[in-house]
Every structure is written in C-alpha cells, then in structure tokens.
C-alpha cells in the first residue's frame, strides 16, 4: 500500500500548483483523502479533506476560496489544486487516506500516508 505526492515545487507569491496523490496496490475511491502540511518549526496540520465518493469537501479556514481538492477515482488519484499562494503555504504537503470515512477530523484515524511534496512559496 503505498501514496505518492507530486507536484511540489517552487513558485511566487500569488502563483499556483496541482499536488497529486497516487495510489498503489489498493483501490483509493474506497477512502476519504485528507491534504495535511507541515512547515519548518511547527505541527502537521489539516488542510482539505475529500469524501470517497468525491461529493464532500471541507477545508480549514486559511486555505478556503484558494484551494481546491478533487479526486479521479478512475486514476486513483486526488488533486489538491492551490491558487493565490502566499509564503504562509510553504510545507511539506502530505496525503493521507482513511477508512473511516469522511468524517475521520484527526490524524491519527488516517491509516495511510505519502512521503510528501515540498511547495515552497518564494518570491
């Protein structure tokens, strides 16, 4: 079972990046998917997640209006499309996926989890 990000890199304030989140050996439409970060000095935090079917979406707060999560369950793969980036964005980009449904809020209910992406946000 294995979740692979891409997509991270480099890019200027106000500019935007798709992260992916990939799936292998096992079906990712049967889990809810949640987008976490982690920046240089602080806690892993949430930051969208994604019901199986693709119908739900939430977001925190700091990031609603300028990022979009989605799924394509037919490529096993979901999207975290992030717009108006600002150098607060800048993480480690983590994806992670739950059987417990959409409503699994903490960390520790996500059973898998990726390597990450770096997005640095830099003028």
């Known amino acids: 079972v294995q979740l692979v990000e891409s997509g991270g890199g480099l890019v200027q304030p106000g500019g935007s990046l798709r992260l992916s989140c990939a799936a292998s050996e096992f079906t990712l439409g049967y889990y809810a998917i949640g987008w976490f970060r982690q920046a240089p000095g602080k806690e892993r935090e949430f930051v969208a997640r994604i019901s199986g079917s693709g119908g739900s979406t939430y977001y925190t707060d700091s990031v609603k209006g300028r990022f979009t999560i989605s799924r394509d369950n037919g490529k096993n793969t979901v999207y975290l499309q992030m717009n108006s980036l600002k150098p607060e964005d800048t993480a480690v980009y983590y994806c992670?996926?739950?059987?417990?449904?959409?409503?699994?809020?903490?960390?520790?209910?996500?059973?898998?989890w990726g390597q990450g992406t770096q997005v640095t946000v830099s003028a």
């Open positions: 992670a996926a739950t059987s417990r449904g959409f409503g699994a809020t903490r960390q520790g209910e996500y059973d898998y």
